[in-house]
């Protein structure tokens, strides 16, 4: 790999495609063996917080994917990270929200007592897709006095109006993959 790869051609060049995943007709863009590769996942990290450079205190993953970023990124940047889990998961007081999926609601948690008022959060998830997941957990965050710093997300999945679902958000996508 040479340093003038485009972000999009390295992700293109390590993800996997899946066909027919997890349904008929869907092609699955796989991340794991970009996590899996050193020069991989240290570009996908360096490019995913680089635009944030001084705006944020305290990076945020999502459940599950989230989480290596976010850890990633918070070890790089020399930040802390705050987990975003699915209900039940955390064991002390939690905010909550409730949010709608395709086919019924989920719910996304982050403990009560993890982060002062004011804190600059930057949450980031590998895919940005309709926008609930990452949605609720701009509004979870606002729920604790934070305030978003942005959303990082590697893929943004074009056509299902996901970013229209964060107005006023600070969103940045690695690559946009058309559906």
């Known amino acids: 790999m040479t340093t003038s790869e485009s972000i999009s051609d390295l992700l293109d060049r390590l993800c996997e495609i899946v066909p027919d995943y997890p349904q008929p007709g869907i092609s699955f863009k796989d991340l794991t063996p970009v996590f899996a590769d050193p020069v991989g996942l ?11 450079e001084g705006q944020f205190d305290i990076v945020a993953g999502l459940e599950a994917r989230g989480f290596v970023l976010a850890a990633a990124a918070a070890y790089a940047s020399g930040k802390g990270m705050l987990t975003i889990r699915k209900a039940g998961k ?15 609601t989920s719910c996304l948690e982050v403990h009560k007592d993890e982060i002062a008022p004011g804190t600059r959060v930057l949450i980031l998830d590998d895919v940005l897709a309709t926008g609930g997941t990452v949605g609720s957990a701009v509004r979870l965050l606002q729920q604790t006095g934070a305030r978003i710093a942005g959303v990082g997300v590697v893929l943004e999945l074009d056509g299902l109006g996901g970013r229209a679902k964060l107005p006023g958000q600070q969103v940045v996508s690695l690559q946009v993959v058309h559906s």
């Not at 240290?42 to 944030?52: K, N, Q």
């Not at 955390?90 to 019924?104: A, C, F, H, I, K």
């Open 42 to 52: 240290r570009r996908m990290v360096d490019e995913l917080i680089a635009p944030f």
């Open 90 to 104: 955390l064991p002390r007081e939690v905010y909550r929200d409730e949010y709608t999926l395709e086919y019924g």
